[in-house]
């Protein structure tokens, strides 16, 4: 019963930076990776970052290569999203998703089957 929650969300300016954070609890945790999706309103579910427990891989979308870097703190099982020049269209609900190898590419949200519940990001102009 791993349990996924985010933290950090908020509102800034352009040019700003937030660092978000999922903390899994539960039983023993080893997913395939863990990723982080955002989702605006009326757009579809789209990919952000992904980190793979085997091998420390880092994966980004085109849009955030350079400003966004995804981290794990091993012995708490918390992978961060560090966010930096932000931008408006970075505006959208962040969420952590965990996968077990579905067999889906990482950039879908069917590769992963635990998400956690989403925090907020706002940038404004």
């Known amino acids: 019963q791993v349990q996924l929650v985010e933290s950090g969300g908020g509102s800034v300016q352009a040019g700003g930076s937030l660092r978000l954070s999922c903390a899994a609890s539960?039983?023993?945790?080893?997913?395939?990776?863990m990723a982080w999706f955002r989702q605006a309103p009326k757009k579809e579910r789209e990919f952000v970052a992904l980190?793979?427990?085997?091998?420390?891989?880092?994966y980004y979308s085109d849009s955030v290569k350079g400003r966004f870097t995804i981290d794990r703190e091993f012995d708490k099982n918390i992978v961060y999203l560090q966010m930096d020049s932000l931008k408006p269209e970075d505006t959208a609900v962040y969420y952590c998703?965990?996968?077990?190898?579905?067999?889906?590419?990482?950039?879908?949200?069917?590769?992963?089957?635990?998400w956690g519940l989403g925090t907020q990001v706002t940038v404004s102009s």
């Open positions: 998703a965990a996968g077990g190898g579905s067999g889906y590419s990482h950039i879908y949200p069917d590769a992963y089957n635990i």
């Open positions: 539960g039983r023993t945790f080893s997913p395939y990776g």
């Open positions: 980190f793979t427990w085997s091998g420390g891989r880092r």
